[in-house]
């Protein structure tokens, strides 16, 4: 079972090999997207790089993109506290761990105290379903309760935690339960960005390159999660992703040549900006599907 670290240092191959450089000819699809910056002086001025978190969106990642477009809180869109009890399955309890991982954060990200108390618990009390010591969880939590801001420090809180939860689990040879783990928080991450970010009347560039990303995240999150193909329950969200996979590759992401800089080290890539034809139906379309996989996964 490979760590999240491994998992995402597996991602920066595929998605390194995959991105293809400069121009295509082929006909595209209107309208297309682009975060390419001009230079309408002509003056040659190296372009400042942005730099992203590559592999799973998190919550730090997001936070900025919600302060820029002014978002605010909504209660609505994470999973209900109220269902903890109610994941019965080792499945379901497995997903949803996930899930509620990411609601933590998006809580954090506004600052709700007592939601961010409410979701500790449930995630402690859900890893409890799952046989997961408390301190494994607890102790990096604890940190981030406290008034962190620097993204760097908080990924690395929910890297320890996670890393502990899935070496707990491959040592009880219980490596599909971590794969769902990492299903359900992917899939959460995916939904309140589509859902709150992504506006299909007037799509924002920045948050329509971060949903087109994803495209390369799930190759490898399926890559990943057919090593447990003895898992039923597995085999039927491959399925499912290999679904959703259709709607992503019918766009292709563009990089200038020699444009694409990788920091494996921090887990970012910078780039002044990319390309990619991809339409507002396919977004429409992959924002639809993921809803409705993520109430099936919230839904005991």
Known sequence: MKSLASFLVVFLLIFSSSCKQGPKEKETFEPVFSTYKSDSTGAVIPAEKNESFYG???PVELSRIFNRLRITYSDAIVNAVSNKDLYLSNAK??????????DLGYVKI???????????????EMCNKLGIPDHYVTEPIKRMQSDIEEADTIMNLMNIAFNQMVNHLRAGGRESTAGLLLLGGWVEALYISTQLL?????????VVQKIAEQKYTLT???SFLKNYYDDPVVVYYIKKLKYLKKY???????????DLEIDSSKHVFRSTGSEMDITVETLNTIRDYVAKLRTEMVTP
């Open 248 to 258: 992503f590759d019918t766009f292709d992401i563009y990089f200038k040549k020699g």
């Open 198 to 206: 992504y506006n299909p009347a007037n799509p924002d560039p920045e």
């Open 56 to 58: 799973i969106l998190t």
């Open 110 to 124: 506004f600052g709700v105290g007592q939601g961010m108390i409410d979701y500790m618990v449930t995630i402690r």
């Open 93 to 102: 309890a497995s997903i949803n761990t996930g899930i509620y991982g990411v």
């Open 220 to 222: 490898t999150l399926l």
